[in-house]
């Protein structure tokens, strides 16, 4: 039970996730689609002015705090040219005023904040994964039997370099999830950031203690479920496990 709210924190906790994951979501999204076609493309332009160009833009995106670029994204879109609100979050529900384009809008710039730092290293991860397997032998025999190289990178060496993709993936949307606090703070989002903030300042122990243990158990559930998905991706671990 919390004190200062005097409600359960379990019904705190999940009137916020409906923030919170939905926004972990949309930024984990934006990362996967940007940061696996820059890391292909980068990988199929190795050493010439278009990969350069992509490893320049990811040493940025890694240099720029998140909280700093979400407030030239405020100053931009919302300032500026008037897009979208500088903050607050109208709800899923149009009985509220809201509804599901008023709230995916709402999410759109901290999405776009929380996906930038993860994007860049994402990206290089790719890259690296993938120029490492376009030097095996099955490549070269894609080749030979007269498949493109867009069809060898899509269809066989983007899945054999996923497997240290997908434990970035992982760890990353753990991160987002913790570094949405500071994000919901800045766009004032009433999600678990600002709930953990508001905690803190009423010195409320017992809400602070069981948001941390949320987000831990979140962590080790998606780690789990990546470990599960390794399989899938590479079918030879499980000959491997069997084998054991």
Wanted: proline share 3%; hydrophobic share 55%.
């Amino acid at each position: 039970m919390s004190i200062s709210y005097d409600t359960p924190t379990a019904v705190l906790m999940m009137e916020r996730m409906h923030v919170t994951l939905p926004l972990a979501i949309m930024a984990m999204s934006i990362t996967v689609l940007v940061a696996l076609c820059l890391g292909l493309y980068a990988a199929s332009k190795q050493n010439t002015a278009g990969d350069v160009g992509v490893m320049t833009l990811s040493q940025l995106g890694l240099a720029l705090p998140n909280f700093w670029l979400a407030i030239l994204l405020i100053l931009l879109f919302a300032v500026h040219l008037q897009w979208v609100s500088a903050g607050g979050f109208p709800g899923w529900s149009e009985e509220d005023g809201g509804g599901l384009l008023a709230g995916t809008a709402a999410l759109i710039l901290p999405a776009t904040a929380l996906a930038a730092v993860q994007t860049a290293i994402l990206t290089r991860v790719t890259r690296s994964a993938v120029i490492e397997s376009m030097s095996e032998d099955y490549v070269r025999t894609a080749r030979a039997k007269g498949l493109s190289k867009q069809q060898v990178l899509w269809q066989h060496v983007l899945r054999n370099a996923m497997i240290p993709v997908v434990t970035v993936m992982g760890l990353q949307f753990g991160n987002l999830i913790t570094s949405a606090i500071v994000i919901e703070n800045v766009f004032v989002l009433p999600g678990i950031g600002r709930l953990i903030f508001q905690a803190i300042a009423n010195r409320d122990l017992i809400v602070v203690r069981d948001v941390v243990m949320l987000l831990s158990a979140m962590v080790i559930l998606i780690n789990f479920f990546i470990d599960l998905l390794y399989a899938w991706i590479d079918p030879r671990l499980k000959t491997g496990a069997a084998a054991v």
